[in-house]
C-alpha cells in the first residue's frame, strides 16, 4: 500500500512545510464545516445522488438548493458545482461556446484543458501571444491596450470567432482589472470565459489592492479552482453563468457530457463550504487577514534582499533563483527534501503558495533555507534573459487539433521536424501551458525555441516529437 502504508506511506501527515496547492494547506484552511465533517464517522459523507441530495444537474435536492444560493449570494444567474477540477468546467465551457467547425480566441497561457475542448469539440483555437517578462521567462497578464492589438489583428486576418478566452491572474497572480477586458470582447458581440481558476479569491471583493473577479466584470462563464484559491478539497470547482449570451441548455449538455453520473457528495459539500466561508464575518475576517500576512511576508523577505518578484496576488511568492544563477527546478530539488515544498519550480524562479492558512515563523525559515541554499551553488551571476517565444500575434493550427492529434504519426528529432505538423501538446506540468499544440506546423525559429526550452525542462520535453505522417 503505497499510499497508504503506516508510517512508510504517502499519505500521512508532517511531510515538510506545505507550500503548494491544494491551498488549504494539508487541513487548517478547511472551513469549519468541512473540518467537522471530515473527523465525524469516516464515510458518512460518501453519498450517491439520492432524491433528498441530487446533483449538480438535477433541478431538486440540496445540490440544486445550495448552488442557486451561492449564485443568489455572490449575484449572479446560475453556478455549477464540479468534481473534476476547473479542468471539467472550462472544457464544458468551451463545448457550450463554439459548435463543431467554429473557433474561439484563447490566449496562448491556456490551460491544456482548454486546448483539449476544443480538440474534443472540433473547435479551431485562434491563439494570441501575450506580453512576455524576459526577466523570468513568464508571461504577463493582457491588459485592454494589448487585446485590442489582438483583437484588431484578428479583424484584419479575417479570423471568425465565435467567442474569446482570457486567463485571469496567471499561475503567479499576475492579474489585471478584467472590466475593460470584458467590455472590449462585449462590444464585438463575443461572449467571454474567464479562467479564474487561481482567483477565486477576487470573487468576495474584501481587498482594494485585488483586481475585481470576472464575475462582477460581467464575463458570461467564469471558472474557479476551489481547491487553487479558496478552502475547497482537490478536484473541487465552480462554473458561474449569466447573461444570455451562452444558452444554459448548452451549458447542462456538455457538463452531463463530462462530469461523472456519482458525483462525490463529500466534494460537492466542500464546493457549497468553500464558497459559503467567505460569505461570513469570520470567513472575511480570516482571508482580509491571510492577505495582509501575506504583503507583510513580502516585505519582509524582500527588506532581507531574498529576490521576490511583484506579483498582484500577495499569496503567490516568487523566489526570482535565477537572479542569483540558480535554477528554480534545482532550487526546488533542493528544498524538498529540506522541507520547504513549493507548488511551481520553473527555469528561473520558485512559486509558493501561501494559500489559505497562516504560515507562524516562514519569514524566518524561508531567509535560512534561501542563504543556506545560495552558499550551496558554486556561481552567483544571474541567469541569462529568457527568450520569448517566436511567436505571431494572432495563429491558429494548419490542422485541427482533434484531427492531427489523432492522425497516423511519426516520431522525429526534434530538428528533423522542420515543416511537419504537430501531432501532440508539449506541455511542461505545471503550469500544463502548452508550447505546442497539435495541428501547428513547425518552422525552424519555432524548433529552434523548443529544443531551447528542452534544456531548460530536461525532464518533461522529449527529445523527439510526434508528427503527422
Ligand atoms: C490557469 C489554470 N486553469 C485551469 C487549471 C486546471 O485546474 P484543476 O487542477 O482544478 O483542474 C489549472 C491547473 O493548473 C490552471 O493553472
Given at each position: 500500500?503505497?499510499?497508504?502504508?503506516?508510517?512508510?506511506?504517502?499519505?500521512?501527515?508532517?511531510?515538510?512545510?506545505?507550500?503548494?496547492?491544494?491551498?488549504?494547506?494539508?487541513?487548517?484552511?478547511?472551513?469549519?464545516?468541512?473540518?467537522?465533517?471530515?473527523?465525524?464517522?469516516?464515510?458518512?459523507?460518501?453519498?450517491?445522488?439520492?432524491?433528498?441530495?441530487?446533483?449538480?444537474?438535477?433541478?431538486?435536492?440540496?445540490?440544486?438548493?445550495?448552488?442557486?444560493?451561492?449564485?443568489?449570494?455572490?449575484?449572479?444567474?446560475?453556478?455549477?458545482?464540479?468534481?473534476?477540477?476547473?479542468?471539467?468546467?472550462?472544457?464544458?465551457?468551451?463545448?457550450?461556446?463554439?459548435?463543431?467547425?467554429?473557433?474561439?480566441?484563447?490566449?496562448?497561457?491556456?490551460?491544456?484543458?482548454?486546448?483539449?475542448?476544443?480538440?474534443?469539440?472540433?473547435?479551431?483555437?485562434?491563439?494570441?501571444?501575450?506580453?512576455?517578462?524576459?526577466?523570468?521567462?513568464?508571461?504577463?497578464?493582457?491588459?485592454?491596450?494589448?487585446?485590442?492589438?489582438?483583437?484588431?489583428?484578428?479583424?484584419?486576418?479575417?479570423?471568425?470567432?465565435?467567442?474569446?478566452?482570457?486567463?485571469?491572474?496567471?499561475?503567479?497572480?499576475?492579474?489585471?482589472?478584467?472590466?475593460?477586458?470584458?467590455?472590449?470582447?462585449?462590444?464585438?458581440?463575443?461572449?467571454?470565459?474567464?479562467?479564474?481558476?487561481?482567483?477565486?479569491?477576487?470573487?468576495?471583493?474584501?481587498?482594494?489592492?485585488?483586481?475585481?473577479?470576472?464575475?462582477?466584470?460581467?464575463?458570461?462563464?467564469?471558472?474557479?479552482?476551489?481547491?487553487?484559491?479558496?478552502?475547497?478539497?482537490?478536484?473541487?470547482?465552480?462554473?458561474?453563468?449569466?447573461?444570455?449570451?451562452?444558452?444554459?441548455?448548452?451549458?447542462?449538455?456538455?457538463?452531463?457530457?463530462?462530469?461523472?453520473?456519482?458525483?462525490?457528495?463529500?466534494?460537492?459539500?466542500?464546493?457549497?463550504?468553500?464558497?459559503?466561508?467567505?460569505?461570513?464575518?469570520?470567513?472575511?475576517?480570516?482571508?482580509?487577514?491571510?492577505?495582509?500576512?501575506?504583503?507583510?511576508?513580502?516585505?519582509?523577505?524582500?527588506?532581507?534582499q531574498l529576490p521576490?518578484?511583484?506579483?498582484?496576488?500577495?499569496?503567490?511568492?516568487?523566489w526570482h533563483t535565477g537572479a542569483a544563477g540558480i535554477s528554480?527546478?534545482?532550487a526546488?530539488?533542493?528544498?524538498?527534501?529540506?522541507?520547504?515544498?513549493?507548488?511551481?519550480?520553473?527555469?528561473?524562479?520558485?512559486?509558493?503558495?501561501?494559500?489559505?492558512?497562516?504560515?507562524?515563523?516562514?519569514?524566518?525559515?524561508?531567509?535560512?533555507?534561501w542563504r543556506?541554499l545560495k552558499a550551496?551553488q558554486?556561481f552567483e551571476k544571474a541567469l541569462?534573459?529568457?527568450?520569448?517565444?517566436?511567436?505571431?500575434?494572432?495563429?491558429?493550427?494548419?490542422?485541427?487539433?482533434?484531427?492531427?492529434?489523432?492522425?497516423?504519426?511519426?516520431?522525429?528529432?526534434?530538428?528533423?521536424?522542420?515543416?511537419?505538423?504537430?501531432?501532440?501538446?508539449?506541455?511542461?506540468?505545471?503550469?500544463?501551458?502548452?508550447?505546442?499544440?497539435?495541428?501547428?506546423?513547425?518552422?525552424?525559429?519555432?524548433?529552434?525555441?523548443?529544443?531551447?526550452?528542452?534544456?531548460?525542462?530536461?525532464?518533461?520535453?522529449?527529445?523527439?516529437?510526434?508528427?503527422?505522417?
Open positions: 500500500m503505497p499510499l497508504l502504508r503506516p508510517r512508510r506511506g504517502l499519505l500521512r501527515p508532517g511531510r515538510g512545510r506545505w507550500l503548494h496547492l491544494p491551498a488549504h494547506g494539508g487541513g487548517p484552511g478547511l472551513p469549519a464545516a468541512m473540518r467537522r465533517l471530515l473527523s465525524g464517522r469516516p464515510g458518512v459523507w460518501d453519498l450517491p445522488e439520492l432524491p433528498a441530495i441530487g446533483g449538480p444537474l438535477l433541478e431538486n435536492g440540496a445540490v440544486a438548493a445550495s448552488q442557486h444560493a451561492a449564485a443568489a449570494a455572490y449575484g449572479v444567474d446560475r453556478c455549477w458545482y464540479g468534481v473534476n477540477g476547473a479542468t471539467g468546467m472550462l472544457q464544458a465551457a468551451v463545448l457550450a461556446m463554439a459548435q463543431p467547425g467554429q473557433a474561439l480566441l484563447m490566449p496562448r497561457n491556456s490551460h491544456r484543458s482548454l486546448i483539449q475542448a476544443c480538440a474534443l469539440g472540433g473547435i479551431t483555437p485562434v491563439l494570441f501571444d501575450l506580453p512576455f517578462l524576459v526577466d523570468r521567462g513568464h508571461v504577463a497578464a493582457v491588459d485592454a491596450v494589448w487585446l485590442e492589438r489582438v483583437l484588431a489583428v484578428v479583424e484584419a486576418e479575417g479570423h471568425q470567432v465565435s467567442g474569446a478566452v482570457l486567463v485571469q491572474p496567471t499561475y503567479h497572480g499576475y492579474a489585471v482589472d478584467p472590466g475593460p477586458l470584458v467590455a472590449l470582447l462585449h462590444q464585438r458581440q463575443l461572449p467571454v470565459l474567464v479562467d479564474e481558476a487561481h482567483g477565486a479569491h477576487f470573487l468576495p471583493g474584501i481587498d482594494p489592492h485585488l483586481p475585481g473577479s470576472a464575475v462582477h466584470a460581467g464575463a458570461d462563464l467564469v471558472v474557479h479552482s476551489l481547491h487553487k484559491s479558496s478552502t475547497g478539497l482537490g478536484q473541487t470547482a465552480v462554473l458561474w453563468h449569466q447573461g444570455g449570451r451562452i444558452p444554459i441548455e448548452a451549458l447542462q449538455r456538455s457538463l452531463s457530457w463530462l462530469q461523472t453520473t456519482s458525483p462525490s457528495a463529500l466534494l460537492l459539500a466542500s464546493c457549497e463550504a468553500a464558497l459559503a466561508d467567505w460569505q461570513t464575518l469570520d470567513g472575511r475576517r480570516r482571508l482580509k487577514h491571510l492577505l495582509h500576512q501575506a504583503r507583510g511576508l513580502h516585505a519582509r523577505l524582500r527588506q532581507q521576490l518578484l511583484a506579483t498582484t496576488d500577495p499569496l503567490r511568492l516568487i528554480g527546478l534545482d526546488d530539488a533542493w528544498l524538498m527534501p529540506r522541507g520547504l515544498v513549493a507548488e511551481l519550480p520553473e527555469p528561473g524562479c520558485l512559486t509558493f503558495c501561501l494559500g489559505m492558512t497562516t504560515r507562524p515563523r516562514l519569514a524566518a525559515e524561508m531567509l535560512r533555507q543556506a550551496s558554486p541569462p534573459p529568457f527568450t520569448p517565444p517566436p511567436l505571431p500575434l494572432v495563429a491558429s493550427p494548419d490542422m485541427a487539433c482533434g484531427k492531427a492529434w489523432c492522425a497516423p504519426c511519426q516520431q522525429l528529432p526534434w530538428a528533423d521536424a522542420v515543416g511537419a505538423i504537430a501531432a501532440e501538446m508539449v506541455c511542461p506540468y505545471p503550469p500544463g501551458i502548452p508550447l505546442l499544440v497539435p495541428g501547428e506546423r513547425l518552422d525552424v525559429s519555432r524548433v529552434n525555441w523548443i529544443e531551447q526550452q528542452r534544456r531548460f525542462w530536461p525532464d518533461q520535453i522529449s527529445s523527439r516529437v510526434r508528427i503527422v505522417a
